[in-house]
């Protein structure tokens, strides 16, 4: 059976369906995964100098690229990954701020590559 509970608590406004969210520095991961070439997908907070890293299972990196000074919102980057050898690699997106090069956010995630 199916309950609800009724808060006794008036309403006291309503959102504007026409505001957009509060963006964030949100890694939403590497799409399609396991594969040969993968989309890795990401929000930026703010305008931000972003740098890629990718590393093996025994942690070596294998791989650094700095994809310079982003705009906020959704970002897409490309991985071809099919001159390197099938695994487990895992990934760090860094985010620092453009003017003072403070890291504003770092964001980890792991993929399965194929060939």
């Known amino acids: 059976p199916a309950w609800a509970h009724l808060a006794n608590t008036p309403v006291t406004g309503v959102e504007d369906p026409g505001l957009k969210p509060a963006l964030n520095y949100t890694l939403l991961g590497a799409f399609p995964n396991p594969a040969a070439r993968s989309t890795i997908r990401y929000t930026l907070a703010a305008p931000s100098r972003v740098t890629f890293e990718m590393f093996d299972v ?38 620092a701020d453009p003017q003072s090069g403070a890291v504003q956010a770092v964001l980890n995630g792991r993929m399965i590559l194929v060939n």
């Open 58 to 95: 025994a942690g070596r990196m294998i791989e650094q690229r700095s994809l310079g000074i982003q705009a906020a919102g959704r970002r897409e980057l490309p991985y071809d990954g099919t001159g390197g050898s099938a695994g487990i690699y895992f990934y760090r997106l860094k985010a």
